[in-house]
């Protein structure tokens, strides 16, 4: 069984390129619908938890929350942009509002080397698109990078287990996106990085021709990609 990481979708545009990465530094990915409950994906192949963006503000009534569960299922996790802010309310900090919606390239100020920003370089571009922030930071939490206009554009928890990020690492824009990426997979998750779409494609070959047996499949092409990838490793 492969090691995972779980992202939860709060309906970022970015939610697929997060997996996408996270798949490039090979480490299975599933993305999950930010309302699923936590025995859904919780096994023991589970190593980590992503947050994803998403439109929405947390201070809205009626904006996405998630079951609280995934918190405390022992794995890291880290936040990113409206996941940061719902990790920081779940754990009883305080978010406010932007006075304007802040859209573009920072350069980040590292205060907090390890382990998320091990070998990324103060003053690197970032890329921001949020219109709150973490006003007040939970207890036991401490920033561990800031911007020009943001005292707290990075946090962590003393024990080193959660984390949040107000910019996008997972965007081309952020120069140093994936390495932050993989210091969360390596430095906090202590994944393998074993995972290949080869490995990924043989599994499902295999658990096909277990499933079909003798029986023969028809299969719906609409020329989409699910059904188009569906069709290749039927073949």
């Known amino acids: 069984m492969h090691e995972k990481i779980i992202i939860l979708d709060f309906g970022s545009q970015y939610t697929q390129l997060i997996a996408r990465k996270i ?87 590292i205060l907090r080397e390890e382990p998320l920003f091990s070998g990324v370089d103060s003053g690197s571009t970032i890329w921001m698109s949020h219109g709150d922030h973490v006003e007040k930071l939970p207890d036991g939490f401490i920033a561990s990078a800031s911007t020009e206009s943001l005292p707290i554009a990075a946090f962590q928890n003393d024990t080193g287990t959660v984390f949040g990020l107000q910019f996008h690492p997972e965007v081309h824009h952020t120069e140093q996106g994936k390495q932050i990426l993989w210091n969360f997979l390596h430095n906090v998750c202590h994944a393998k990085c074993d995972w290949s779409m080869a490995s990924f494609i043989q599994a499902q070959k295999s658990a096909i021709r277990e499933r079909v047996g003798d029986d023969r ?5 609409s020329g989409g990609v699910d059904s188009a990838v569906t069709a290749a490793l039927l073949h």
Request: proline residues 4%; glycine residues 14%.
């Open 23 to 109: 798949r490039e530094l090979q480490v299975y990915s599933e993305i999950a619908p930010c309302t699923a409950q936590s025995e859904r994906f919780a096994d023991d192949s589970l190593i980590g938890i992503i947050l994803s963006g998403g439109p929405a503000s947390v201070l809205d009534e009626g904006s996405p929350r998630m079951d609280e569960r995934v918190l405390q299922l022992g794995v890291p996790i880290l936040g990113i942009c409206y996941g940061m802010q719902l990790t920081s309310l779940n754990f009883g900090g305080n978010i406010g509002r932007t006075q304007t919606r802040e859209y573009g390239r920072a350069a980040i100020k």
């Open 217 to 221: 499949v028809l299969l719906g092409l």
